[in-house]
């Protein structure tokens, strides 16, 4: 995946395909997994790849050093908050799970009423 981003002649068209396309692969799952300790797990290993990937596609020194905890924070801050907006998938896996379910309960209740 991260290769196919170097073929953009454009820094900002490669962050685009990577912020679109491969940081919103858990969607379905957050929808439909309930975010058990085993899933989380697996939630936190692609935050850490998320960020790893981008650290590549910004190159090495971009961040001045390893990619910490404060930069990965920053990594997940709203564009408006002067952050980049890539989701994280640890955080959203909750609450993403259960409006999901608030959602479906409620139609349920007002289809039977």
């Known amino acids: 995946m991260i290769a196919s981003l170097f073929m953009f002649a454009y820094l900002q068209v490669a962050f685009a395909m990577f912020s679109f396309c491969y940081a919103q692969q ?3 799952l957050q929808h ?4 058990s300790p085993s899933i989380l797990q697996h939630y ?5 790849r998320i960020v ?4 590549k596609l910004l190159g090495s020194g971009s961040f001045g050093t390893t ?7 920053q ?3 709203l564009a408006s908050s002067r952050g980049l907006g890539l989701p994280s998938v640890v955080q959203c896996a909750t609450p993403t799970f259960l409006r999901c379910w608030a959602l479906i309960a409620f139609a349920l209740m007002s289809r039977f009423q």
């Open 44 to 48: 936190i290993e692609f935050d850490a």
């Open 67 to 73: 990619v910490g905890h404060l930069v990965s924070c």
């Open 75 to 77: 990594v997940i801050f």
């Open 32 to 35: 439909t997994i309930f975010p």
């Open 26 to 28: 858990p969607s379905y």
């Open 52 to 55: 790893a990937m981008l650290e």
